[in-house]
């Protein structure tokens, strides 16, 4: 079946199968939260990006092979409950953006900066830092050569708008600005989004909202 990125809580991962590189998409509670293993195709190496919940469920759609590195997206506690469960059964590296690292209680082994890298096997994600619903979120970009980008963007980016600010107008300002000038400015509309919650959008389709979204204040 076609992947879709509709998954829910308690429910079967969805698979998005690309040439060089294998995503599946886990739902786990109790904040429906998105946690995403990337396998490269070429070295069986897998990546983890936010041990969200659930330390079970995700390692067992890490599987047998395990999982060689762990990436937090930011600092908020619901997108790494799991993180200290995974890394003791897997011994997998962990990264975070530099300025979210001290408010994670598992230790960073590896600081990320914007532009910095993460390599799975033959495969590159590049580290976007993004301020506004965090200090040190990341949104991770993978490049594909044979076709278009997908983007992980954490709280981010959802399908509507840019994540939570919490009422806080500067904030606001600065993670539409950053996400309008380091996504939306730079990758094609074809870039599949995949968010820390809820379904999966594509840049084209928020696209022609950016307008609205930065009258509306949120």
């Known amino acids: 079946m076609a992947y879709t990125g509709e998954v829910t809580v308690g429910g079967t ?3 998005h199968e690309l040439k060089d590189l294998i995503i599946t998409k886990v739902a786990v509670g109790p904040m429906n939260n998105n946690a995403y293993v990337l396998r490269c195709r070429s070295t069986d190496e897998q990546l983890l990006i936010d041990a969200a919940a659930e330390p079970d469920v995700l390692l067992e759609v890490i599987g047998a092979d395990g999982v060689g590195a762990v990436v937090t997206t930011h600092r908020h506690g619901d997108h790494w409950q799991a993180l ?4 003791a059964a897997t011994g997998a590296r962990t990264y975070a953006g530099r300025a979210d690292a001290p408010g994670i209680p598992v230790p960073t082994d590896v600081l990320v900066d914007d532009g910095g890298t993460v ?14 619903h965090t200090p040190g979120s990341i949104a991770l970009v993978y490049d594909d050569p044979h076709g278009h980008p997908h983007v992980f963007t954490g709280d981010c980016l959802f399908p509507g ?32 989004v995949y968010p820390g919650h809820g379904d999966d959008t594509t840049l084209g389709a928020e ?12």
């Open 84 to 87: 200290a469960g995974v890394v």
């Open 119 to 132: 390599t799975l096997g033959e495969v590159t994600l590049t580290a976007r830092h993004l301020v506004g």
């Open 207 to 218: 696209r022609p909202h950016l307008a609205e979204w930065r009258e509306r204040g949120w």
């Open 13 to 15: 991962p969805d698979v």
């Open 161 to 192: 708008g840019v994540g939570n600010t919490h009422d806080d107008p500067v904030a606001f300002a600065t993670l539409l600005d950053g996400v309008t000038a380091k996504l939306f400015d730079v990758l094609p509309d074809e870039t599949w």
